[in-house]
């Protein structure tokens, strides 16, 4: 049974920074993509950081220079780097991941998905 299992979230100031983890197990990511989506109430589940099996990233604009994906395949863990903090980035994050080698920014193309750490950035 494959599971990913995100830690790290919480609450933090405005210009903090937290270091979100997935452990996954039951297969391996190693040739596979997999990224960070969040999502808040009533909202659609909006891609974050992607990254490919070759280290390939991609992110969303709003994030770009304050947060960074990264992966280390021999443990079988993905993590978000998250710097200067905002409240807008308060939401729900999730780890996910995908059997194809390349990153997709579209939650429905990703098979499998964590249960989601919250992420709550007072001002």
């Known amino acids: 049974q494959v599971q990913l299992v995100e830690s790290g979230g919480g609450l933090v100031q405005a210009g903090g920074s937290l270091r979100l983890s997935c452990a996954a197990s039951?297969?391996?990511?190693?040739?596979?993509?997999m990224g960070w989506f969040r999502q808040g109430p009533g909202k659609e589940r909006e891609f974050v950081a992607v990254?490919?099996?070759?280290?390939?990233?991609a992110y969303r604009d709003s994030v770009k220079a304050r947060f960074a994906i990264s992966r280390d395949n021999a443990e079988n863990m993905l993590y978000l780097q998250m710097n200067n903090l905002k409240p807008d980035d308060t939401f729900v994050y999730y780890c996910?991941?995908?059997?194809?080698?390349?990153?997709?920014?579209?939650?429905?193309?990703?098979?499998?998905w964590g249960q989601g750490t919250q992420v709550t950035v007072s001002s």
């Open positions: 990254i490919g099996f070759s280290g390939g990233t």
């Open positions: 039951g297969r391996s990511f190693s040739d596979s993509a």
């Open positions: 996910a991941g995908r059997r194809g080698l390349f990153p997709s920014t579209a939650p429905g193309d990703y098979e499998y």
